[in-house]
DNA sequence: ATCCAGGTATGCA
DNA sequence: TGCATACCTGGA
C-alpha cells in the first residue's frame, strides 16, 4: 500500500514536469533575408556578444532573453529555424524577429561596410557571412556586459546563469530571467558575489542604485548622440569605454559603436598594421573607417582574429 | 604553482 | 594626459 503511493506519486511529479518543460511548439521558421552558416550562427549566438545560449543538441541553441526561452536550428536551405515551449507561444513570434533584428535586409547592411575598398573586411565578410548583431534587451546587456571585465567568456556565462538562477524570476521550468535593476538594487553585494561575479559585485550594486534614483537613465540614451550616450553610460561605476561600447552595441543596436577589447587591439595591429595605437586611438580609427556600421566590422573582426588557427 | 583572462578605477609622474 | 597597479575568480 504505502509502495504504491510512492510509486503514483512519483509518477504525477515527473509527469508534471515533463509537460511543463518538455512540451515544445513545432519548428517555424523566421521570415529572414539572411542566410546564416553553422559558423556565424554559432559565432553570432555564442562569440561573445550573448552570454545566454548554449548548445544542447547538434546544431540546436537554446537562449534565453526577457522571459523569452527559444531554441534555434538551420534549417536545409540556411533559414533560421525556432521553436519555443508551448506555454510561452504567446507573442513569441514578434520577440524573436526583434531579437534577430530581420527588419533591415542583411545585403544591405554589408552593404555599407568598405568591402570594395578593403580587402580584410572583405575577406572576413566572405568567412563569416551571416554574421549579425543580435537585439539584445538593454538592461541585460548592461548586466552582463558589467561582469565581463578581466573574464573569458565561459565565465561571464556562468556569472549571468547564477545570477538569473539565484535571483532571476522563474520562467518556466528551470528556466530563470536575470534580475532586473530593481531586483538588483535590493541585493546585498556580498549576496551578490555569491555568482562569482568577485569585484563586479561592486559596480553591479553601485550602478543599480543610480539606476534606481534615476529611473529613466537607460530609457534616455536613445534620443542622445553617440558620443554623449557613450559618455552618459560610463557615470555608471565599472562602465568604462569598451564596455560602454558594448551595451550601445548589443543592447540598443546602436552599429556605429566600435567596441575596442584585446582581440580586437589584435586584430587591427595584424591585419592593418596599427603598430602601437591606443585603444582610443583603434575605436576612432574603426569608427572613422568602417562608418555607421563599425559595430559589425568589429563583430567579424572579433570573430577572425579569436577563431584564428 | 603561477599566470592571465572581452577592463576599470585609482594613484602617481 | 599618460602609464603602472590592484581587483575576484577559476581555468590553463
Redesign the pocket.
Known amino acids: 500500500m504505502p509502495k504504491v503511493t510512492t510509486s503514483l506519486k512519483k509518477r504525477a511529479f515527473s509527469g508534471n514536469l515533463r509537460e511543463e518543460i518538455d512540451a515544445w511548439s513545432r519548428w517555424r521558421t523566421l521570415e529572414s533575408s539572411t542566410a546564416f552558416s553553422e559558423k556565424s550562427l554559432a559565432e553570432t549566438l555564442d ?3 550573448a552570454f545566454r545560449w548554449k548548445p544542447i543538441d547538434k546544431g540546436v541553441w537554446e537562449g534565453i532573453w526577457n522571459r523569452s526561452v527559444v531554441r534555434v536550428q538551420l534549417g536545409k536551405s540556411g533559414d533560421l529555424q525556432w521553436r519555443c515551449p508551448v506555454a510561452l507561444e504567446k507573442g513569441a513570434s514578434v520577440e524573436i524577429r526583434n531579437y534577430f533584428g530581420t527588419g533591415q535586409g542583411y545585403e544591405a547592411i554589408i552593404d555599407h561596410l568598405p568591402w570594395q575598398s578593403d580587402a580584410i573586411i572583405r575577406s572576413a565578410i566572405k568567412e563569416w557571412r551571416g554574421l549579425r548583431i543580435l537585439r539584445q534587451p538593454l538592461g541585460e546587456a548592461l548586466f552582463c556586459f558589467l561582469c ?9 556565462k ?1 556569472i549571468c546563469e547564477n545570477a538569473a538562477q539565484r535571483f532571476g524570476e522563474k520562467i518556466i521550468g528551470q528556466y530563470h530571467s536575470l534580475p532586473d535593476w530593481k531586483t538588483l538594487q535590493e541585493i546585498p553585494e556580498k549576496e551578490l ?1 555569491l555568482c ?5 559585485a ?2 553591479i550594486k553601485q550602478t543599480a542604485e543610480i539606476l534606481a534614483n534615476e529611473p529613466d537613465f537607460l530609457d534616455d540614451l536613445d534620443a542622445l548622440p553617440y558620443p554623449e550616450a557613450s559618455e552618459k553610460l ?1 557615470r ?9 561600447d ?1 551595451v550601445l552595441l548589443f543592447g540598443a543596436g546602436r552599429m556605429e559603436a566600435f ?1 575596442v ?4 587591439q589584435k586584430s587591427m595591429k595584424r591585419q592593418y598594421g596599427l603598430t602601437d595605437w ?3 586611438q583603434i575605436a576612432q580609427f574603426g569608427r572613422i573607417h568602417f562608418g555607421s556600421f563599425a559595430g559589425l566590422a ?1 563583430q567579424f573582426l ?1 570573430a577572425g582574429e579569436r577563431r584564428k588557427k
Do not use: H, M, T
Open positions: 562569440g561573445g556578444q565581463s571585465s578581466n573574464k573569458q567568456i565561459v565565465q561571464i556562468q558575489r562569482k561575479a568577485g569585484y563586479r561592486r559596480y560610463r555608471l561605476p565599472g562602465v568604462g569605454e569598451k564596455i560602454a558594448c567596441p577589447d584585446v582581440w580586437i591606443n585603444r582610443e568589429q572579433f
